[in-house]
């Protein structure tokens, strides 16, 4: 896996504006082509390859843009990010994937003085990570899916070594916010024994909150129009009783 090979382009396949869900106040996302995991849930499966690609109706995935190119569609959001704090966040796919494009517009967009947020699933180089993302990003959102090495590799195709390492890493060295993020996806990592195991890892490591994601099962559309077909097939919401069961894994 190689990690920030395009340098000068980026590979984006979706610009989300007026998100309130993606860090503090309105925010403009951006979204990464590529990811390193590949997790049989994915809601964005259209973000998964590091390739610009068709859909079934042959209209194109993934565009390339210059710095330049995303922080002219980036900067017209600018006096809203000024007026309620908020500011533009990374996500993906993975970002980190495209490390030294990602870097390059962190910095252009701490030059303006936009609040940066970063959402990533933690499979990252992490040294890479320090040095070339870290001291341009004002928030990070650290997805923990699964505590079970099997359970990763089974559901996510790798193992969640490097994640719970480079997770440990950040808390010592980050100097912002690091919020872990627990997706809820049924039957997988809302088992018992997958809750109270990653309660019990934050517990280790002082961490007293976290976010948690209930699934979603509107992604089930997107593969359809892609032609993909899946391995996890669940259409429904959760109820609020089966959200507040997982969130008491984490409520002392
Ligand atoms: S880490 Fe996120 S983007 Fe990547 S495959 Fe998993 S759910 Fe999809």
């Known amino acids: 896996m190689n ?3 395009f340098g000068d382009k980026g590979l984006i396949f979706d610009i989300k504006r007026d998100s309130s869900e993606d860090g503090p106040g309105i925010r403009t996302t951006v979204f990464f082509k590529g990811c390193p995991l590949s997790c049989i849930w994915c809601q ?3 973000g998964k390859k590091l390739l610009p690609e068709p859909d079934v109706h042959g209209n194109q995935i993934g565009t390339w843009y210059s710095i330049d190119e995303l922080m ?3 900067l017209q959001d600018k006096p809203f990010f ?3 704090g908020g500011g533009v966040t990374l996500s993906g796919g993975e970002a980190t994937l495209q490390m030294e494009f990602s870097s390059k517009l962190l910095q252009a967009l701490k030059r303006e003085g936009i609040h940066t947020a970063l959402e990533t699933s933690g499979f990252f180089p992490y040294l890479k990570f320090k040095e070339k993302m870290l001291p341009w990003l004002d928030l ?3 997805d923990l899916k699964l505590i079970d090495e099997t359970e990763s590799k089974q559901y996510c195709g790798r193992s969640n070594k490097t994640v719970l390492e480079n997770f440990t890493q950040l808390l010592a060295d980050a100097q912002i916010p690091v919020i872990p993020r627990i997706p809820l ?3 997988i990592t809302t088992t018992e024994e997958n809750l109270k195991g990653i309660a019990a890892f934050l517990k280790q490591h002082g961490v007293k ?3 948690l994601m209930p699934y979603n099962p509107l992604w089930l559309g997107k593969l359809k129009k892609l032609g993909i077909t899946t391995r996890y097939e669940n259409s429904r919401f959760m109820t609020a009783s089966e959200q507040n069961a997982c969130a008491d894994y984490f409520i002392k």
């Open 3 to 5: 990690f920030g090979d």
């Open 44 to 46: 964005n499966p259209e």
């Open 72 to 74: 002219y569609h980036l």
């Open 82 to 84: 000024e007026t309620s």
């Open 140 to 142: 990070i959102y650290f």
């Open 185 to 187: 996806i049924p039957g």
């Open 209 to 211: 909150s976290c976010a």
